[in-house]
C-alpha cells in the first residue's frame, strides 16, 4: 500500500520504518526543515555543542523491547539526569531528597527523622485535598512547597497551584534516601550523535521517502491508501471547532566560555525570577568536550496560533473540545491520528515509540483481517 505520514518525528519514523519493513510504500512530509520533531538536536555551528533545539530530551524507559529497538538505530551512552534548582538564595538537589531536606531544613536527619519531621510539617488539616496546593500542602508542608513547587508549578503553567488539580502530584514527591537520579526507568541514556542522528537511522529504508519543507494539505490524501497524522488533532479539522490549548517555551540562547554553570538543567523556582530553568546542552553529552558552551534560558507561556504547541494543557475545558474532536476523527475515513500532537497528550519518547510500534502492528493486523484502521490506536480521551 501507499501510506503517508504527517510528521518526521518519532511516531512517524518508527511507525513508518515498521510499515516500511512490512513492504508498505512509505511517504513522510513535514513542515520544517529537518527530521527528529521536537526531539531535534543539531551541532551549534561556533562552539560544537550538540544542542536539544526544543529543549532538553532525556531517553529513559523500562520498557526493554523499546530499549532494544532504539539500540538498533543508536549507540546510547550512559547518562543520568540530575536537576538543580535555584531556590531563595540556595542551590538545593531534586527532585526533593534526603539531601535536599536536610540543607533545606540544616539538619542532619537520617530516612526515618526525616519522615517523621515532614510528616509534622504537612498540613494534615487537609484530609481531601482538591488542588495542586492542597496536596502539595498535605504531603511537604508550606516550607518545601514555596520553596520547590509554588513558584516554579505557576511559572510553569501560568496559572496559581489552587487552580491546578491535585491529581498532578499522585503520589509523595521526595524521596527519603540521596537519590538524585531523576528517573526510576531501568534503562536511560544520550544517543551518542543526538535524537536526529537516531531519526535518520531509521528514515533510511528503501521504502521510504522524505520530503521537509512540506505542509500537510487535505488534498495529499487521495494519492495515498492510508494517512498517518503525527500534527495537531485541531489542526487536521482546520480549528473549525476551536483551538485545544497548550503552553509553549521560548528559549534565550547565549554562549559563554567553558562551564556556565556545572551540570545540564539548572531550575529557578523562585517566582521573581521570570525563566523556569537555564540548560547548558554540552552537559548532556559528558563524552564530549568543548571549550565554549550553549546555554538556553526557558520561558513558559500560553500558546499562540503561530507559536510551537509543547505542553497540552488539558484542563475542563480543553477536555470538552477534545472529545468533539475525537468524535470528529472518529467520522474520518482513511486516517489515524498518532503521537504527542495527533492525540492530544503528553508523551515521552519511549511511550511515543511504543504506541507507534503498537500502531503499526494494528495496522498490519487490520489488513490481514480485513477491518478498517481505526482513527485512534490509543484514546486520546
Ligand atoms: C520541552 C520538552 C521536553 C521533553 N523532554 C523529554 C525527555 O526528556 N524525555 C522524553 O522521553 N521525552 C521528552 N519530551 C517528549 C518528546 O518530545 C515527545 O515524546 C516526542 O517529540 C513525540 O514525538 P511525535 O512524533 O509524536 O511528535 P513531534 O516530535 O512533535 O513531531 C511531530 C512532527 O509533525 C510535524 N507536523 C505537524 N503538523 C504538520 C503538518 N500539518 N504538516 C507537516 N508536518 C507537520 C511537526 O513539524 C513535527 O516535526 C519532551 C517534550 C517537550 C515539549
Same mark, same amino acid.
Given at each position: 500500500?501507499? *501510506?503517508?505520514?504527517?510528521?518526521?518525528?518519532? =511516531?512517524?519514523?518508527?511507525?513508518?520504518?515498521?510499515?516500511?519493513?512490512?513492504?508498505?510504500?512509505?511517504?513522510?512530509?513535514?513542515?520544517?526543515?529537518?527530521?527528529?520533531? @521536537?526531539?531535534?538536536?543539531?551541532?551549534?555551528?561556533?562552539?560544537?555543542?550538540?544542542?536539544?533545539?526544543?529543549?532538553?530530551?532525556?531517553?529513559?524507559?523500562?520498557?526493554?523491547?523499546?530499549?532494544?529497538?532504539?539500540?538498533?538505530?543508536?549507540?546510547?551512552?550512559?547518562?543520568?539526569?540530575?536537576?538543580?534548582?535555584?531556590?531563595?538564595?540556595?542551590?538545593?538537589?531534586?527532585? &526533593?531528597?534526603?539531601?535536599?531536606? @536536610?540543607?533545606?531544613?540544616?539538619?542532619?536527619?537520617?530516612?526515618?527523622?526525616?519522615?517523621?519531621?515532614?510528616?509534622?510539617?504537612?498540613?494534615?488539616?487537609?484530609? $481531601?485535598?482538591?488542588?495542586?496546593?492542597?496536596?502539595?500542602?498535605?504531603?511537604?508542608?508550606?516550607?518545601?512547597?514555596?520553596?520547590?513547587?509554588? /513558584?516554579?508549578?505557576?511559572?510553569?503553567?501560568?496559572? =496559581?497551584?489552587? $487552580?491546578?488539580?491535585? =491529581?498532578?502530584?499522585?503520589?509523595?514527591?521526595?524521596?527519603? @534516601?540521596? $537519590?538524585?537520579?531523576?528517573?526510576?526507568?531501568?534503562?536511560?541514556?544520550?544517543?551518542?550523535?543526538?535524537?536526529?542522528?537516531?531519526?535518520?537511522?531509521?528514515?533510511?529504508?528503501? /521504502?521510504?521517502?522524505?520530503?521537509?519543507?512540506?505542509?500537510?494539505?487535505?488534498?495529499?490524501?487521495?494519492?495515498?491508501?492510508?494517512?498517518?497524522?503525527?500534527?495537531?488533532?485541531?489542526?487536521?479539522?482546520?480549528?473549525?471547532?476551536?483551538?485545544?490549548?497548550?503552553?509553549? *517555551?521560548?528559549?534565550?540562547?547565549?554562549?559563554?566560555?567553558? $562551564?556556565?554553570?556545572?551540570?545540564? &538543567?539548572?531550575?529557578?523556582?523562585? %517566582?521573581?525570577?521570570?525563566?523556569?530553568?537555564?540548560?547548558?546542552?554540552?552537559?548532556? =553529552?559528558?563524552?564530549?568536550?568543548?571549550?565554549?558552551?550553549?546555554?538556553?534560558?526557558?520561558?513558559?507561556?500560553?500558546?499562540?496560533?503561530?507559536?510551537?504547541?509543547?505542553?497540552?494543557? %488539558?484542563?475542563?475545558?480543553?477536555?470538552?473540545?477534545?472529545?468533539?474532536?475525537?468524535?470528529?476523527?472518529?467520522?474520518?475515513?482513511?486516517?489515524?491520528?498518532? /503521537?504527542?500532537?495527533?492525540?492530544?497528550?503528553?508523551?515521552?519518547?519511549?511511550?511515543?515509540?511504543?504506541?507507534? *510500534?503498537?500502531?503499526?502492528?494494528?495496522?498490519?493486523?487490520?489488513?490481514?483481517?480485513?477491518?478498517?484502521?481505526?482513527?485512534?490506536?490509543?484514546?486520546?480521551?
Amino acid at each position: 500500500m501507499k *501510506l503517508l505520514f504527517v510528521g518526521a518525528g518519532m =511516531s512517524g519514523a518508527v511507525a513508518g520504518r515498521q510499515l516500511a519493513e512490512a513492504g508498505h510504500e512509505v511517504h513522510i512530509i513535514d513542515r520544517r526543515d529537518h527530521v527528529g520533531g @521536537n526531539c531535534h538536536t543539531e551541532r551549534d555551528g561556533d562552539t560544537g555543542v550538540m544542542v536539544h533545539v526544543y529543549g532538553p530530551h532525556i531517553f529513559h524507559t523500562d520498557d526493554e523491547g523499546v530499549w532494544d529497538y532504539v539500540n538498533r538505530f543508536a549507540t546510547f551512552m550512559p547518562y543520568k539526569n540530575r536537576v538543580k534548582t535555584t531556590s531563595q538564595g540556595a542551590v538545593y538537589s531534586l527532585p &526533593v531528597n534526603l539531601h535536599t531536606i @536536610n540543607q533545606f531544613y540544616g539538619k542532619t536527619m537520617r530516612p526515618a527523622e526525616a519522615r517523621a519531621f515532614l510528616e509534622e510539617q504537612a498540613d494534615t488539616s487537609i484530609t $481531601d485535598p482538591q488542588t495542586f496546593e492542597d496536596q502539595a500542602l498535605r504531603f511537604v508542608g508550606p516550607d518545601l512547597y514555596a520553596a520547590f513547587f509554588k /513558584g516554579y508549578t505557576e511559572k510553569q503553567w501560568g496559572c =496559581s497551584p489552587t $487552580d491546578l488539580p491535585a =491529581s498532578i502530584l499522585k503520589r509523595l514527591p521526595v524521596r527519603f @534516601n540521596y $537519590d538524585d537520579n531523576y528517573f526510576f526507568h531501568r534503562f536511560q541514556g544520550m544517543p551518542e550523535h543526538g535524537y536526529t542522528a537516531l531519526v535518520e537511522q531509521m528514515l533510511d529504508h528503501p /521504502g521510504i521517502t522524505v520530503q521537509l519543507g512540506t505542509d500537510y494539505t487535505p488534498g495529499m490524501a487521495d494519492a495515498y491508501d492510508h494517512v498517518f497524522y503525527a500534527g495537531p488533532l485541531d489542526g487536521y479539522f482546520d480549528y473549525k471547532l476551536g483551538r485545544l490549548g497548550y503552553r509553549t *517555551l521560548d528559549f534565550e540562547k547565549f554562549t559563554e566560555d567553558g $562551564d556556565y554553570q556545572g551540570c545540564a &538543567v539548572m531550575n529557578y523556582g523562585d %517566582r521573581d525570577v521570570p525563566y523556569t530553568r537555564i540548560t547548558e546542552h554540552k552537559h548532556f =553529552s559528558p563524552w564530549e568536550s568543548h571549550e565554549g558552551s550553549v546555554c538556553y534560558r526557558e520561558f513558559s507561556r500560553a500558546a499562540e496560533p503561530d507559536d510551537i504547541p509543547y505542553y497540552p494543557i %488539558r484542563m475542563v475545558d480543553e477536555k470538552a473540545l477534545l472529545a468533539d474532536y475525537v468524535a470528529l476523527a472518529e467520522q474520518a475515513q482513511g486516517v489515524t491520528f498518532v /503521537g504527542r500532537l495527533g492525540t492530544y497528550r503528553y508523551l515521552d519518547m519511549d511511550v511515543t515509540i511504543r504506541e507507534a *510500534l503498537d500502531v503499526a502492528d494494528a495496522f498490519l493486523a487490520a489488513q490481514t483481517e480485513g477491518r478498517a484502521m481505526p482513527a485512534f490506536a490509543v484514546s486520546p480521551l
